[in-house]
C-alpha cells in the first residue's frame, strides 16, 4: 500500500475510532455508516485528492484505504487495553478519560500500528500521528501527541526498526 492510502487510512481510522469511543457503536455499523463519497467529496474541498477529476481512480484508492482504515480500526479494538495500558504508563498528570477524545484515539491508533506494524518504521508512525493531531486536533495537540508517543519509543521496546 502506499505511502498517500496510508496516510488516508489512518484519517478514516481515527474518525472511526472517535465515532467507536464516543458513540459506544459496534465497528460493523461504524464501517456500514462511513460514507466513503462524502470523505471524497470532504477531501476533495481540502485539496487532498486528485483535482483531476479522476473519479474512478480516486474511488479506488479510497476503497483500498477503507479496506485498510477496518483492518486499524480492528487492530486497535482488539488491543485495547493493552494500548491504553501504554498511553496511562507514560500519561503523567492526565487520565486517559480526560484527554481529548480525538487525541486519545489518535494516540491508540499510532500505538497500535508500533505494537504490530514492523513494515513501517516507528518513526514514520509518529510522524504521521502528530499530522492527524494537527489536521483533527486541537492547537496543543500536536506537541501532546508527539511528547507521549516520544516518551514511549524511549522507555519501551516495539517491534521493527525505529527509522
Known sequence: MTAGKRRTAREMAVQMLYQSDLGGSPLPHIFNTFDLSEYLAREAVAGG??????????RKRA????????ELVRGCVAHLEKIDELIRSQA??????RMPAVD???LRLAIYEMLVEKDTPKLVVLDEA??????FGSEQSGRF????LDGLLKQHTFPGSLT
Not at 92 to 97: A, C, Q, S, V, Y
Not at 130 to 135: D, N, P, Q
Open 49 to 58: 485528492i486528485d483535482q483531476g477529476g479522476d473519479h474512478a481512480r480516486n
Open 63 to 70: 476503497d483500498d484505504a477503507f479496506l485498510y482504515a477496518q
Open 92 to 97: 503523567d498528570n492526565w487520565r486517559l478519560e
Open 104 to 106: 486519545r484515539n489518535i
Open 130 to 135: 502528530i499530522e492527524l493531531a494537527k489536521k
Open 145 to 148: 501527541v508527539n511528547g507521549l
